[in-house]
């Protein structure tokens, strides 16, 4: 079992920034892939990014390409993700995901998820 706990949601003016922090515990693992998803009203979640263990390897979509950076501190097993230059299209509940394997990133390739944070972002 993995646990993941999200934080740093919250509403934010558009262009403005936002960190998003996920802790980690459990049977994390060389393994394990962290990732970020985001489900926005009324629709699919959808992929954002995802790190491998090591911090090494790094996959964004497109629409946040440029934008948001992900990262993956081992020592506390938390992961990361700066949202710069946010703009209103990126309000959404956003969920921090583990899964099994070097990177992900389909939502069915993982197994567990947080609560989800808040993001929103007004023009």
């Known amino acids: 079992q993995v646990q993941l706990v999200e934080s740093g949601g919250g509403l934010v003016q558009a262009g403005g920034s936002l960190r998003l922090s996920c802790a980690a515990s459990g049977r994390t693992s060389r393994d394990v892939a962290l990732g970020w998803f985001r489900q926005p009203p009324g629709k699919e979640r959808e992929f954002v990014s995802t790190v491998s263990w090591s911090g090494g390897s790094t996959v964004y979509a497109d629409s946040v390409k440029g934008r948001f950076t992900i990262s993956r501190e081992i020592a506390s097993n938390t992961v990361y993700l700066q949202m710069n230059s946010l703009r209103p299209q990126d309000t959404a509940v956003y969920y921090c995901?583990?899964?099994?394997?070097?990177?992900?990133?389909?939502?069915?390739?993982?197994?567990?998820w947080g609560q989800g944070t808040q993001v929103t972002v007004s023009s």
């Open positions: 995901a583990a899964a099994k394997g070097l990177i992900a990133t389909s939502k069915y390739e993982y197994d567990y």
